[in-house]
């Protein structure tokens, strides 16, 4: 059926190349071969349509095609590479910023952490100040942990703990205090629970910042300071 239909187009695209029914025709056969699984010869067609016939609708939508097999593919550098051929095509850096986070994402999201890391790395790395550097830091350091490598998720986390607060800073507040707490870095994980402590918005984080802060208090040897927190935990339970 799909090659039948292949087939028409492309007679279309031969015997009526001047028509106003050639482009849409590249288009889909373009969209044919990508839901058969074909990407290679997706491309062929659809950035036919884009060098063809620039400036037209089917040019743009074939372009946002092109966008989604390549971010699917994890191959958007050389997306990136091909917009700056085209004109009509090319790309702002936050547009390029978006797009490399986006097809990381895909990898992490679909459980293929050993290819994430590699890319969230990628990602940091080339956009220290870009949208979503807290949240690939996070994933980061998910896949790390998964992978046993905690001194370096340690760092993912700290990184987002230096930027300006965002939806990914209590919890990465309260993984590097859990990290430290168990590499016995008492001090340093104390800092960060009270930091957390004072931070937090959400009533659980506070709660746990709490406990984390008191036992380091117990560990360090501030009995003081211990009661005072265990006191708070009290408190804090009563609301």
Do not use: W
């Not at 620039?54 to 040019?59: C, D, K, V």
């Not at 859990?178 to 800092?191: G, H, V």
């Amino acid at each position: 059926m799909f090659f039948a239909t292949i087939l028409l187009y492309t007679e279309i695209t031969k015997n009526y190349s001047q028509s106003i029914h050639a482009k849409d025709s590249y288009a889909k056969i373009g969209m044919i071969y990508y839901n058969m699984g074909k990407e290679k010869d997706a491309l062929i067609h659809l950035k036919k349509v884009v060098e063809t016939y620039p400036g037209t609708e089917e040019a743009k939508s074939a372009l946002n095609n092109i966008k989604t097999i390549y971010i699917e593919s994890n191959n958007v550098d050389e997306f990136i590479a091909y917009t700056k051929k085209i004109p009509e095509a090319e790309i702002t850096q936050s547009e390029q910023d978006s797009i490399s986070y986006q097809a990381i994402e895909n990898l992490y999201m679909n459980g293929n952490c050993q290819k994430a890391i590699d890319g969230f790395r990628d990602y940091i790395s080339k956009y220290p100040d870009g949208a979503f550097y807290a949240s690939a830091n996070y994933y980061l350091a998910d896949c790390l942990i998964k992978d046993s490598q905690r001194q370096e998720a340690l760092q993912a986390y700290e990184n987002i703990i230096s930027k300006p607060k965002n939806e990914f800073t209590e919890k990465a507040i309260l993984k590097a205090a859990n990290l430290n707490f168990e590499n016995k870095n008492y001090e340093t994980s104390l800092k960060e629970y009270c930091l957390l402590e004072q931070i937090a918005e959400i009533s659980t984080h506070k709660l746990q910042a709490l406990l984390g802060a008191m036992e380091c208090y117990y560990l360090l040897g501030k009995f003081d300071s211990t009661i005072i927190t265990s006191n708070k935990i009290l408190s804090l339970e009563k609301i």
